[in-house]
């Protein structure tokens, strides 16, 4: 595996971990994912070419594979993509692509390029305004008739091994009611059915630094409508 190490630059909204992903274990750093995330996944229909956004290490990406025809993972750290490959099984792997970019800026697709996008653990850590301009983007490449899938998380909490708070500059501290009016309203040309969930905590090991994670978030499900 190639060895990249994103460094996390805050101050340009880039929130990747400085992990080396070759020496992580083969499991996502993130877990197997939530159950709820994981169902929902599991029950909805995916069908056509998907956007994984912010993919990571490829948490969520097998189940995405198994059910779409082709789907593009992207994410800002060139080494966690290299993982999330590297554990593709080779059967899927024709109908996987990978894309390093940033998502505060313009996504590298053209209009209407993508049949869904799913997004999860990430949209809640940007100011309103750049999450704004994330789903202009995401509607821009979704078509018509297209689906998103992401889940949004409220009352975050984070604390490091030594005690102290693990803290994420200009992070919006959303409740859970602040979060379904959020995506409620940026999402107000869609068909959207939202559904409740929460994280208990958890110890990510593997973050750095490490850190015990719990939340409450949603589970957004957005159709975007023909000629909307």
């Given at each position: 595996m190639?060895?990249?190490?994103?460094?996390?630059e805050?101050?340009?909204?880039?929130?990747?971990?400085?992990?080396?992903?070759?020496?992580?274990?083969?499991?996502?750093?993130?877990?197997t994912?939530?159950?709820?995330?994981l169902e929902?996944?599991?029950?909805?229909?995916?069908?056509?070419?998907?956007?994984?956004l912010?993919?990571?290490d490829?948490?969520?990406?097998?189940?995405?594979l198994e059910?779409?025809?082709?789907?593009?993972?992207?994410?800002?750290?060139?080494?966690?993509?290299?993982?999330?490959?590297?554990?593709?099984p080779?059967?899927?792997?024709?109908?996987?692509?990978?894309?390093?970019?940033?998502?505060?800026?313009?996504?590298?697709?053209?209009?209407?390029?993508?049949?869904?996008v799913?997004?999860?653990?990430?949209?809640?850590?940007?100011?309103?305004?750049i999450l704004?301009?994330?789903?202009?983007?995401?509607d821009?490449?979704?078509?018509?008739g297209?689906?998103?899938?992401?889940?949004?998380?409220?009352?975050?909490k984070?604390?490091?091994?030594?005690?102290?708070?693990y803290?994420?500059?200009?992070?919006?501290?959303?409740?859970?009611?602040e979060?379904?009016?959020?995506?409620?309203?940026?999402?107000?040309?869609?068909k959207?059915?939202?559904?409740e969930?929460?994280?208990?905590?958890?110890?990510?090991?593997?973050?750095?630094?490490?850190y015990?994670?719990?939340?409450?978030?949603?589970?957004?499900?957005?159709?975007?409508?023909?000629?909307?």
């Open positions: 190639k060895k990249i190490i994103r460094k996390p805050q101050d340009q909204h880039i929130f990747s971990e400085g992990i080396d992903y070759s020496k992580t274990e083969k499991t996502s750093i993130w877990g994912g939530d159950k709820d995330t929902l996944l599991k029950k909805t229909e995916i069908r056509g070419r998907w956007l994984n912010a993919a990571g490829g948490r969520y990406n097998l189940t995405l059910k779409a025809n082709y789907v593009v993972a992207s994410d800002i750290d060139e080494s966690a993509l290299n993982k999330l490959r590297q554990n593709t080779n059967t899927l792997k024709p109908k996987l692509k990978t894309e390093v970019f940033d998502i505060t800026k313009k996504f590298p697709f053209e209009n209407n390029s993508f049949d869904g799913f997004c999860t653990g990430t949209l809640h850590i940007f100011s309103r305004e704004e301009s994330i789903i202009i983007e995401i821009r490449v979704l078509k018509y297209g689906k998103v899938l992401i889940d949004f998380a409220a009352d975050v984070r604390i490091r091994w030594d005690g102290k708070p803290i994420i500059k200009d992070e919006p501290k959303y409740t859970l009611a979060a379904r009016t959020t995506l409620k309203d940026s999402f107000r040309k869609y959207i059915k939202m559904y969930s929460d994280v208990p905590e958890e110890l990510l090991k593997e973050a750095n630094p490490p015990k994670f719990s939340c409450n978030f949603i589970l957004l499900i957005a159709d975007k409508k023909i000629n909307c």
